[in-house]
């Protein structure tokens, strides 16, 4: 179904991809990266163009703004972050429009051995003669979350335009470093004042998500003992093999991302990193439930403490650190924001369905923090990875959702 949002989607989702904005982990500064400011400007420049009001970057790197009421409301946040993933190659990013998509392979300009399908990514098989967007094979596309921003751009222009839809205020939040877990600075919540929120940072048309995984972050530290190799014996102890022998007790089936799915959780290697001398591991921790979380803190903990006692000579330490907690635990105590975006969902003719996320969104500490923020679908699929794709008409039926939101809240 085409609609009258489709083409300034497109225009919307190919001008910010094409926007280096990916963030990174190992850096201290805030936003993590300075080139996702580019994005976060071109956005304030455009929602002074739009109309909209109270609109600034602020010195943590959120764009904020305010589409203001027409009608008596609740104060509803639409949020979307603009970094995207640094797991894969994010520079450089030359989107391709695929239009009136035929339902065969989807192939890339820039790596020939890359086919996009139904059978690789089923939820194409529906996607015939519907506008299909991608990469062009050598990055990720950066639809998480450039299509939310798009979805939340577009829906916000509309009700500027067309000041005679009854709706209450609406304030958009623009978030950096959401990939890396760092994209609500505790002065967000107050700065958006809003009621409660949306994140539309999630997939397949109709999904409203209020469960998320819960997290946790793990850095082992190994000190051994540094000697020169030709006269080592007795000497030595060799942290990479201390690192190796931890790596190896972990379990390596049933608690491994590769092996796990539903609401399994999992421990992750993400990066090992030294040598000899020292070295570093990094996990990060995910379960659903607090209690299955902790028994993965205790499990590493365990394995630390084992591996160190065959080398007392070896400085073994397991730190381990809060990153956001499973949003389902405050939205079931009061569900009113979910009943109202299932209302929206079905007004825009889908069947709202729920799934646990395994992840989290910006809505997980904003949940967290006091402001009720499920997430809603965009459309984007095969996320952090060269086969990243998006319909277009998908993200017209989450900016439909979102207006049908802003009308709802005051009905």
Same mark, same amino acid.
């Given at each position: 179904?085409?609609?009258?949002?489709?083409?300034?989607?497109?225009?919307?989702?190919?001008? %910010?991809?094409?926007?280096? #904005?990916? #963030?990174?982990?190992? #850096?201290?500064?805030?936003? +993590?990266?300075?080139?996702? =400011?580019?994005?976060?400007?071109?956005?304030?420049?455009?929602?002074? /163009?739009?109309?909209?009001?109270?609109?600034?970057?602020?010195?943590?790197? @959120?764009?904020? $703004?305010?589409?203001?009421?027409?009608? /008596?409301?609740?104060?509803?946040?639409?949020?979307?972050?603009?970094?995207?993933?640094?797991? *894969?190659? $994010? !520079?450089?990013?030359?989107? @391709?429009?695929?239009?009136? %998509?035929?339902?065969?392979?989807?192939?890339?300009?820039?790596?020939?051995?890359?086919?996009? +399908?139904?059978?690789?990514?089923?939820?194409?098989?529906?996607?015939?003669?519907?506008?299909?967007?991608?990469?062009?094979?050598?990055?990720?596309?950066?639809?998480?979350?450039?299509?939310?921003?798009?979805?939340?751009?577009?829906?916000?222009?509309?009700?500027?335009?067309?000041?005679?839809?009854?709706?209450?205020?609406?304030?958009?939040? *623009?978030?950096?470093?959401? /990939?890396?877990?760092?994209?609500?600075?505790?002065?967000?919540?107050?700065?958006?004042?809003?009621? *409660?929120?949306?994140?539309?940072?999630?997939?397949?048309?109709?999904?409203?998500?209020?469960?998320?995984?819960?997290?946790?972050?793990?850095?082992?530290?190994?000190?051994?003992? !540094?000697?020169?190799?030709?006269?080592?014996?007795?000497?030595?102890?060799?942290?990479?093999?201390? @690192?190796?022998?931890?790596?190896?007790?972990?379990?390596?089936?049933?608690?491994?991302?590769?092996?796990?799915?539903?609401?399994?959780?999992?421990?992750?290697? +993400?990066?090992?990193?030294?040598?000899? #001398? /020292?070295?570093?591991?990094?996990?990060? =921790?995910?379960?659903?439930? =607090?209690?299955?979380?902790?028994?993965?803190?205790?499990?590493?903990?365990?394995?630390?403490?084992?591996?160190?006692?065959?080398?007392?000579?070896?400085?073994?330490?397991?730190?381990?650190?809060?990153? %956001?907690?499973?949003?389902?635990?405050?939205?079931?105590?009061?569900?009113?924001? @979910?009943?109202?975006?299932?209302?929206?969902?079905?007004?825009?003719?889908?069947?709202?369905?729920?799934?646990?996320?395994?992840?989290?969104?910006?809505?997980?500490?904003?949940?967290?923090?006091?402001?009720?923020?499920?997430?809603?679908?965009?459309?984007?699929?095969?996320?952090?990875?060269?086969?990243?794709?998006?319909?277009?008409?998908?993200?017209?039926?989450?900016?439909?959702?979102?207006?049908?939101?802003?009308?709802?809240?005051?009905?």
């Amino acid at each position: 179904m085409h609609s009258e949002f489709d083409r300034e989607l497109e225009e919307r989702l190919v001008r %910010y991809a094409a926007i280096d #904005s990916q #963030s990174d982990a190992a #850096s201290p500064s805030q936003p +993590s990266t300075a080139i996702q =400011l580019d994005m976060s400007r071109l956005l304030v420049a455009e929602l002074e /163009e739009m109309g909209a009001k109270d609109v600034q970057l602020t010195d943590y790197g @959120v764009v904020l $703004a305010t589409i203001p009421a027409t009608a /008596e409301g609740p104060l509803m946040g639409w949020c979307a972050h603009v970094d995207t993933a640094p797991q *894969f190659n $994010a !520079s450089g990013v030359k989107p @391709v429009v695929h239009r009136g %998509y035929n339902g065969g392979d989807i192939t890339f300009a820039d790596a020939p051995e890359l086919k996009l +399908s139904p059978e690789n990514s089923p939820h194409l098989a529906g996607k015939q003669g519907e506008d299909i967007i991608t990469a062009s094979g050598l990055t990720l596309l950066g639809g998480d979350d450039k299509a939310g921003v798009a979805i939340a751009m577009t829906a916000a222009r509309h009700l500027l335009t067309n000041p005679e839809i009854k709706h209450g205020g609406i304030r958009l939040a *623009f978030t950096p470093d959401e /990939e890396i877990g760092r994209g609500v600075d505790p002065r967000l919540p107050a700065d958006f004042g809003v009621d *409660f929120a949306y994140t539309f940072d999630g997939g397949k048309p109709g999904e409203i998500e209020f469960e998320t995984f819960s997290a946790d972050g793990a850095v082992i530290k190994v000190v051994g003992v !540094s000697a020169h190799p030709g006269f080592a014996k007795g000497k030595m102890v060799n942290a990479l093999h201390l @690192v190796s022998k931890i790596v190896m007790m972990l379990p390596q089936v049933a608690l491994t991302p590769d092996t796990t799915d539903g609401t399994e959780g999992f421990i992750h290697v +993400s990066e090992i990193n030294g040598g000899s #001398s /020292e070295a570093e591991i990094t996990l990060i =921790l995910r379960d659903f439930e =607090l209690d299955g979380l902790a028994a993965k803190g205790d499990l590493l903990r365990r394995i630390c403490d084992t591996v160190a006692a065959t080398e007392p000579r070896a400085r073994i330490t397991c730190d381990i650190t809060a990153q %956001y907690r499973n949003m389902r635990y405050w939205l079931e105590k009061d569900m009113t924001p @979910v009943d109202l975006v299932r209302a929206a969902v079905a007004d825009v003719g889908l069947d709202p369905v729920s799934v646990p996320i395994r992840g989290g969104t910006d809505g997980s500490r904003l949940t967290e923090m006091g402001v009720p923020c499920p997430n809603v679908f965009t459309g984007m699929q095969e996320i952090h990875g060269p086969l990243e794709w998006i319909s277009v008409q998908d993200m017209a039926l989450a900016t439909r959702v979102a207006l049908a939101l802003a009308q709802r809240a005051v009905s």
